[in-house]
C-alpha cells in the first residue's frame, strides 16, 4: 500500500469536549465534497476505563457527510490508549489515502491538553477552542496550542460572534508574545461556526496556504520523516509490551513482583529494573 500513500492532506482537528469538532468537519467535509474532493474522517471515540466500551456516535454527528458518496468515516475506540487518537489510527490514514481519499481527517477524543499526539500523525493541526470557556490562555505556552498550526474559535453563531471575536483576538496577542520565545511564527487564529458553516471556507484556505508553505520549504517532507521515526519508537515499545503480556514466565515474575511492591517489601522502581532485565531492556 504504502506507494499509494502521502497524496492526501493529513489534517487533524482537536480540542476541548464539547468545541464542536464533529459539527464542524461535517461543514468541512460538505464544503470539500462539493468541490470535487474524496474525504475520509477517522474519528476517536474515548472509551470507559470501567467497562472498556464506546459510544462511537460521531457518524450520527456527522449526519450529512455520512451520506456523501465521497466521505468515508470511521469511529475508533481510543482503548486506553493516549494521545486523543487510537492505536491504529496511523496505519488508517494510511489506507484511505491509498484507497484514494485525498483529505484525511483525525478527530481526537477532546480531553484537553494532552492530545498532542495527533501532532505526530498529520501535516496540519487545528485547535478548536470556545469562548468563555475559561481555557483561552491556559496552557499556551506549554501542551496542545503550543503545537497548533491553526487555532479556530467555535460557536462564532452565537452572541453574534462577539465573543469569539475577543477570544481570538485575546489568543492573538498572547501568540504575538509568545511566539519569538518559542522561536517559531505564531499560528493564526480564526473563529468559524460548523453550525451556519461561516469561517470554514476560510479556515480550509488556511489549511491549504500551511501546506503549500510546508511543501515548498522542504519542510512537509521533513516532519512526515520524523513522524516515521517517531512511528519506529512506538511500534517498538508496542512489541516490547506484547512481549512482557503474553511470556508466562515474565506474567509470573511481574505477579510476584507486584505482591512484594504492594506489601512495601520491594521499591517500585527495583521491581520495574528486574522486568527490564528480563526483557533485555
Known amino acids: 500500500m504504502l506507494p499509494r500513500t502521502g497524496a492526501a492532506i493529513r489534517l487533524g482537528i482537536t480540542g476541548t469536549a464539547g468545541a464542536g469538532k464533529s459539527t464542524l468537519i461535517d461543514a468541512l467535509g460538505l464544503m470539500l465534497v462539493a468541490a470535487g474532493r474524496r474525504v475520509a474522517v477517522l474519528a476517536v471515540d474515548p472509551s470507559s476505563t470501567l467497562t472498556g466500551g464506546s459510544i462511537l456516535g460521531d457518524k450520527t ?3 450529512r457527510l455520512a451520506v456523501e458518496g465521497a466521505a468515508f468515516i470511521r469511529p475508533s475506540p481510543s482503548s486506553g490508549t493516549l494521545g486523543g487518537v487510537a492505536a491504529r489510527t496511523r496505519e488508517a490514514m494510511l489506507l484511505c489515502e491509498a484507497a484514494g481519499f485525498d483529505v484525511v481527517i483525525v478527530e481526537t477524543i477532546g480531553i484537553g491538553q494532552s492530545e ?11 485547535v478548536l477552542t470556545i469562548a468563555g470557556a475559561g481555557d483561552e490562555l491556559q496552557g499556551i505556552k506549554k501542551g496542545l ?3 497548533a498550526d491553526l487555532i479556530a474559535v467555535s460557536k462564532n453563531d452565537e452572541d453574534g460572534g462577539r465573543r469569539a471575536a475577543a477570544t481570538a483576538a485575546e489568543l492573538t496577542s498572547a501568540l504575538a ?7 517559531r511564527a505564531a499560528p493564526p487564529v480564526l ?12 479556515l480550509w484556505a488556511g489549511v491549504e496556504a500551511h501546506q503549500a508553505a510546508m511543501r515548498a520549504s522542504g519542510a512537509l517532507s521533513a516532519r512526515r520523516s520524523a513522524q516515521q521515526v517517531r512511528w519506529l519508537h512506538v511500534l517498538i515499545e508496542e512489541r516490547l509490551t506484547a512481549r512482557l503480556r503474553c511470556d508466562a514466565a515474565l506474567q509470573e515474575r511481574l505477579r510476584e513482583l507486584e505482591t512484594e511492591v504492594a506489601s512495601g517489601r520491594l521499591p517500585p522502581l527495583v521491581a520495574a529494573q528486574d522486568i527490564a ?3 533485555g531492556a
Do not use: F
Open 277 to 279: 532485565e528480563r526483557l
Open 61 to 63: 454527528r456527522m449526519d
Open 116 to 126: 498532542t499526539v495527533a501532532a505526530d500523525l498529520v501535516d496540519c493541526l487545528v
Open 145 to 147: 496550542l503550543e503545537r
Open 177 to 183: 508574545i509568545l511566539a519569538p520565545m518559542e522561536r
Open 191 to 202: 473563529t468559524v461556526s460548523g453550525l451556519t458553516g461561516a469561517g470554514v471556507d476560510t
